[in-house]
């Protein structure tokens, strides 16, 4: 959303060379925007978009997140064993029970061309993370980074609510320690890491992507972190992501320098 302030079309346009130039740039990004937009729809869960979700802990979290992904249009597997089920991803999330039995043994899972998408810092952590504690009504920041086919079609940027937001568990903020930097949560790298292993994937997702308090980016992100996980998207870049990056950098400029400018006393 932008804030255009008391905006006058002569006094932003006026005699600014910056000006116009900010403008060609967003127009042009708009124009190959709505070129892309088809794009943006994506690949729908196929018969390999089988999901695992992991059997007890928070009740609260395990019937939220199930309930996403069913409508979502995924089949869903409940269980702590998905080398011995035939889902193609495993979706951890805060307050989980055990898991899988040991990350060593589900990381050759992954090599084998499976998928992990974890959600916070609960999860077998495949990918290096911390967190920091929040209020469950605490907006989180979110800033695209890395042009990336998980984020492809998401705003530049939005706000999200920390993970652990329906049962017991304290809420937190999650980012990545390694992996490819997608996303800043609050200012900090890797809100959102991906990686590959050898056959198969790791997404990490550092706040809530589920439930009523999540919003349209946020189920979105779920949705295609999953489909790449499951080998049903691929990694290259659509036209449609890298101009959410470019519309966030191009509207912004243009906000700023749509602002009246203060001025200066001379002596």
């Not at 905006?7 to 925007?33: E, I, P, T």
């Not at 999330?93 to 990350?103: I, R």
């Not at 800033?143 to 809420?171: C, D, M, N």
């Not at 994937?201 to 980016?217: E, K, M, Q, R, W």
Request: glycine share 14%; net charge negative; charged share 15%.
């Amino acid at each position: 959303m932008i804030y255009w302030g008391n905006w006058s079309s002569s006094r932003c346009w006026r005699g600014g060379g910056a000006n116009k130039r900010v403008a060609s740039v967003v127009a042009l990004a708009l124009l190959l925007a709505v070129a892309a937009a088809p794009l943006r729809a994506g690949p729908q869960p196929g018969a390999a978009a089988i999901v695992c979700v992991p059997q007890g802990g928070d009740g609260g979290e395990e019937a939220y997140l199930r309930n996403t992904l069913d409508g979502l249009g995924f089949v869903l597997r409940l269980t702590n064993a998905p080398r011995s089920s035939d889902c193609k991803v495993y979706v951890s999330h805060p307050g989980q029970g055990p898991g899988p039995d040991a990350p060593g043994g589900l990381m050759s899972w992954v090599e084998s061309g499976h998928g992990v998408v974890q959600i916070g810092d609960w999860g077998p952590d495949l990918i290096a993370n911390t967190a920091l504690a929040a209020g469950k009504s605490d907006a989180v920041e979110v800033a695209l980074q890395t042009p990336h086919a998980i984020t492809s079609g998401l705003g530049p940027q939005w706000p999200a609510r920390p993970a652990g937001q329906y049962g017991e568990v304290a809420p937190a903020v999650a980012w990545a320690t390694a992996g490819l930097d997608l996303a800043s949560a609050d200012g900090i790298p890797r809100g959102i890491a991906a990686n590959r292993y050898g056959e198969g994937s790791v997404a990490f997702i550092g706040f809530n992507v589920y439930g009523p308090t999540a919003g349209l980016d946020d189920v979105e992100l779920l949705r295609a972190a999953i489909l790449w996980a499951a080998g049903e998207l691929a990694d290259d870049v659509s036209a449609s992501s890298a101009m959410s990056l470019l519309l966030g950098s191009g509207l912004g400029a243009l906000a700023l320098v749509s602002r009246p400018r203060r001025r200066t006393l001379t002596g």
